[in-house]
């Protein structure tokens, strides 16, 4: 009798303990983690899915924040606390517009409790619409459309010639005529054909000469397009290029008597300056390769900051600087300027450095 009593009441502490493992303070749990919108049309508008869970805990639950991202929007959730036992929502919005093709797309909440974070899933496909004209040619040169206002180029090597087009289509009941202005003398445009019938499609032909650029690393140049003669609108096209060599065909022989550049470090904090005051560092590098370092070219992305190197040839196991200046007149707040550094080194074409702080007014 006392060994049944005894082995009731072990139960009951079992029972007891894993009725407290179950039931925490409090404990958010949703029946169905995620929700397949199945095939949906790109055109067909936003789609709402609410997401139902209940607090399995002991105490009131809070739902503290919800997160999402890639097309999703978060239209709300349950804000006050929702006691034991009880349920709330979380409602999202998925935008399909834009967005073609299988999605999965993950939405964060975080609630008291445990667990303390729980993930959610929206998934689907979005059949693309049919694209109209427009559509395609989302870009406006006065009665002109185009695909694209910038030709990327992408990587180029020095001394070549690339060539690119972008497309271009005449909506209106009249013929129009494409011509340039502002054109430098690495780059040459054409249009074809150079007057465009009513409903017709064209293209504009860019070539691009590297050598007569004669910088390195990224390079962009912008021209103005007239139609009819015409500068309207936002009528400028933007050309852009990364002007770097080509080591893919080196062998490891080759990269093995490479020069190397290493600097002593990359990033520069220069804590906090009042502004209209310049600061002023030397970025050391070192040559650690087995041929002569060559730094290329040595850019800022802005106007407030200047950038020099103290040398251009630097053989093995010698050093340089690079001199960098930041003006912090009328940049008030915290400031973060890159530079760039392009040299023969084939493992580190492009470096970037980096000058940040704090400028304030007194």
Known sequence: MIQTKITALCLLVVLY???????????????????NFGQVREDGGPLQHEFLFENRGRDSLRVGNVSAGGGISVLGWTRGPVPPG??????LEFDPRNMPGRFNRVVLVSASGDPSNVTLRLLGEVIPADKTPVDMYPHEIGPLRIRS????????????VSYDTVGVINLTDEELEI???????????????????????????VRFDAGMKGEWGTVTDNIRVLVNGKSTG????YVSANILEDFSGMTDEERSTAPSIHFDESVYDFGTLLQGVSARHKFRFTNKGQSALLIRSVRSGCGSTAT???????????????DVIFDSQGLPGRQSRSIIVITND??????VLRITGKVVSE
């Open 308 to 322: 020099v190197a103290d040398r251009k040839l630097i053989h093995q196991g010698e050093s340089g600087n690079i």
């Open 234 to 237: 936002r009528n400028i096209l």
């Open 149 to 160: 206002n910038h030709v990327p180029l992408g990587r180029v090597a020095p001394g070549t």
């Open 86 to 91: 009880e349920t709330g929502t979380v409602t």
């Open 179 to 205: 011509t340039f202005s502002g054109v430098p003398p690495h780059l040459s445009f054409s249009a074809e054909p150079p007057k465009i019938s009513p409903g017709e499609r064209g293209v504009v032909e």
């Open 346 to 351: 084939p493992d580190n074409q492009s470096v």
């Open 17 to 35: 303990f894993f009725d407290m493992e179950q039931y925490s303070d409090s404990s958010i749990y949703f029946e169905s983690m995620q929700h």
